[in-house]
């Protein structure tokens, strides 16, 4: 799992929000990022050149809702979906 100082990709952020039927809007919500900035993350290439402070944001945001983040930018980049904790 991807914790403090690692990095997302564009591929699973769309992948997690695809995974949980979220919108694009839906996501920028929750993460309270905004919904341009959520499809400008997930239309660039490789690592979003976002800052690491709405890197972060989002990825509590889908971690909260049961997206668990593997691999690494270079490796196999990807998403498992699991019970969040907060049903556990």
Do not use: C, Y
Request: hydrophobic content about 40%; glycine content about 10%; cysteine-free.
């Amino acid at each position: 799992m991807l914790h403090g100082g690692q990095v997302l990709t564009s591929v699973q952020i769309r992948a997690a929000r695809s995974a949980l039927g979220w919108s694009a809007e839906d996501l920028g919500r929750i993460s309270g990022v905004s919904r341009r900035t959520v499809v400008s993350m997930e239309t660039s290439e490789g690592v979003p050149s976002a800052n690491a402070s709405t890197l972060e944001a989002v990825r509590k945001a889908l971690e909260a809702a049961g997206i668990e983040f593997i691999g690494t930018p270079e490796d196999r980049p990807g998403i498992r979906i699991s019970v969040p904790p907060s049903e556990k």
